[in-house]
């Protein structure tokens, strides 16, 4: 479709209610996997029949690849964004840009950061890590120092995405459409060959699981979504959407069951499965008739959901026992749908009115 074609297309606002129901799917199997065994033995334990235990345990191990997920979603609705903003205008407002991501991610992200350093019963936040979380490089401090003994080393994955969100809309101004495609397809190319290399060697996991380079398959394939689509949405009867979402959540399970205790050399090949899942899990969702208002609702606080859960799983671990299942887990997920609403209107609500002010295609209303 031609240029101009496209900009008839453009509209004033793109949101996409649908996809919010699928933020909070990719919260929700990170807190599967901070919050149940993935240890068969452990739910044969609590008297569940094997065969069950098992693919629980799949799912528990699974669920780390919500992640990925993220990245896709975040890659597709930027780029979108930005897409239609350079079609609108001719060009894209660095300045506008950045104001709106500082606007989104800041606020939430630097609170959680002083509420770690600051409240020491909750795990302390070691001060070695601390540059390199305000510098948005937390991934990094955490492959080159180990994994930090905090609830707030969650953040790993907002500074991924933060150095996505610093090149990115430079890439998009500057480029072609069938260069954009070029460039995600090297993306998912460098992550893939990355993953193989880290397989061969002697590294801790976190080399494979939080470097920036061996993520980047989930935002090339974000960004292939948005480029390929250019402007439109996927159109699929309801039947194959839903073929799409069970084959999705298959094989996010069966990522799962390649590397159930993240080990060598199956972690390298689990990631591709998850991302191919998370693919279609995209696709089945993506201008999809779903948009039940709990799911839209919960997903659009999704951010706060992700980062306050481990926060809220450490509470209720004091409170509770984390022996005591599934009141454990119940007691988890209750904090962590208390905490985010409150932290949504009254911390991040109105950086998010002020973030509207620079919005060239308005996005989702706060």
């Known amino acids: 479709m031609a240029i101009y074609a496209v900009r008839e ?88 840009f950045y104001l709106r991501r500082i606007l989104r991610i800041w606020p939430l992200y630097f609170f959680a950061l002083v509420l770690a350093v600051c409240w020491p019963w909750l795990g302390r936040m070691p001060l070695r890590y601390i540059p390199g979380f305000l510098l948005l490089s937390g991934n990094w401090a955490q492959v080159m120092l180990g994994p930090m003994p905090s609830w707030a080393s969650i953040l790993w994955s907002v500074s991924i995405e933060e150095q996505f969100y610093l090149i990115w809309p430079t890439v998009v101004r500057g480029c072609s459409r069938r260069t954009l495609i070029w460039v995600a397809t090297l993306l998912i190319v460098i992550a893939n060959l990355s993953r193989l290399w880290i397989s061969t060697k002697n590294l801790p996991l976190a080399v494979l699981w939080e470097s920036t380079n061996t993520n980047l398959d989930s935002f090339g394939i974000g960004i292939l979504c948005a480029v390929l689509q250019n ?11 839903i073929a799409l979402f069970i084959d999705g959540l298959a094989l996010f399970v069966s990522a799962g069951t390649i590397d159930p205790e993240h080990q060598f050399p199956f972690a390298a090949f689990s990631f591709p499965v998850a991302t191919v899942g998370s693919l279609l899990l995209f696709l089945a969702l993506c201008g999809s008739s779903l948009k039940l208002r709990p799911l839209v609702y919960l997903g659009k606080i999704s951010y706060g959901l992700y980062v306050y859960h481990k926060l809220a799983l450490t509470i209720a671990g004091l409170i509770i026992g984390k022996d005591r299942f599934p009141l454990f887990w119940m007691a988890g997920l209750a904090i962590t749908i208390t905490l985010a609403p409150l932290s949504y209107r009254f911390l991040e609500s109105p950086f998010l009115h002020l973030k509207g002010r620079f919005a060239v295609i308005a996005s989702r209303p706060v």
């Open 9 to 96: 297309q453009v509209k004033n606002s793109f949101y996409r209610p649908e996809l919010d129901c699928l933020r909070f799917l990719a919260f929700f199997a990170v807190y599967l996997t901070h919050s149940l065994p993935h240890n068969p033995e452990l739910w044969v334990s609590h008297r569940i029949p094997r065969p069950v235990a098992a693919f629980l345990a799949a799912v528990a191990s699974s669920g780390r690849f919500g992640v990925t997920l993220f990245f896709l979603l975040s890659a597709y609705l930027i780029t979108a964004l930005l897409l239609r903003e350079k079609y609108a205008t001719g060009t894209i407002n660095l300045r506008a």
């Open 231 to 241: 402007g439109s949405i996927p159109k699929f009867s309801r039947w194959a959407r």
